[in-house]
């Protein structure tokens, strides 16, 4: 199914800990975005790219690290994992500017 | 930071009634983007409207554009228990918003009472 999948779908970390969250898309979107979602701040941006080998760092990046060697994927790495970056996780892609993001299914972090 | 600003927050109609959402925004965009999210989903993109549009159908869906205003409104027609979901209005903009030109409001909850 043409779409954005992301891995996992759940996940507990300690504090300490580093993880990569796994985002891939089928549809040769050249658009790809990481947003976390906390109740009542909407949607923040983690980092972005345009296409393979460009990313650029969004509203909250500290503590996230991103890469994009394929169009397909774009990993979001979690270098010291902290009770803060407790959140659900979006990866979504578009084909432009002018274009709607489709979203994958999230992950739920919780770091301890 | 935030840009578009839904309101109401919250809203419960009852099925059938017609649901309309608003959004403000501050400063010009290029064009600007509503998306439904289900509770435990992702969201779902809806509609994109230009900035030199002034209105767009999808369906029971009606989304109109006013520049001057810097505001945009969502209606839903005949909802449907199904339409229950948060609402996000998002902008985005050449020069401004986040990283990527789009910027998410905290969005409106609209609950459709059977």
């Known amino acids: 199914n043409a779409g954005v999948t992301q891995t996992p779908k759940f996940q507990v970390l300690k504090t300490g800990q580093s993880m990569t969250l796994q985002c891939a898309q089928d549809?040769?979107?050249?658009?790809m975005s990481w947003y976390r979602q906390d109740p009542g701040m909407g949607l923040r941006l983690i980092h972005y790219?345009?296409?393979?080998?460009?990313?650029d760092q969004g509203e909250v990046p500290n503590g996230y690290n991103v890469s994009r060697s394929t169009t397909e994927d774009f990993p979001l790495r979690l270098l010291s994992a902290a009770p803060s970056q407790t959140s659900v996780y979006f990866c979504?892609?578009?084909?432009?500017?002018?274009?709607?993001?489709?979203f994958g299914s999230g992950t739920r972090l919780t770091v301890v | 930071s935030q840009q578009g600003e839904e309101d109401p927050q919250a809203l419960s109609i009852q099925e059938g009634e017609n649901a309309t959402m608003n959004c403000s925004y501050k400063?010009?965009?290029?064009?600007l983007q509503w998306y439904r999210q289900n509770s435990g989903r992702g969201l779902v993109h809806l509609i994109l409207?230009?900035?030199?549009?002034r209105e767009k159908h999808s369906g029971r869906l009606r989304v109109t554009l006013d520049t001057s205003k810097k505001s945009s409104s969502l209606l839903i027609t005949a909802s449907r228990a199904a339409d229950t979901a948060s609402y996000f209005c998002?902008?985005?903009?050449?020069?401004?918003?986040?990283?990527?030109?789009?910027?998410f409001g905290k969005g409106t909850h609209l609950i459709i009472q059977p």
């Open positions: 409207i230009r900035s030199n549009e």
């Open positions: 979504a892609s578009r084909g432009g500017f002018h274009y709607g993001y489709t």
């Open positions: 998002a902008t985005g903009s050449y020069s401004g918003g986040g990283a990527d030109g789009l910027t």
């Open positions: 549809m040769n979107h050249e658009y």
């Open positions: 790219s345009v296409g393979a080998g460009i990313t």
């Open positions: 400063t010009s965009i290029n064009n």
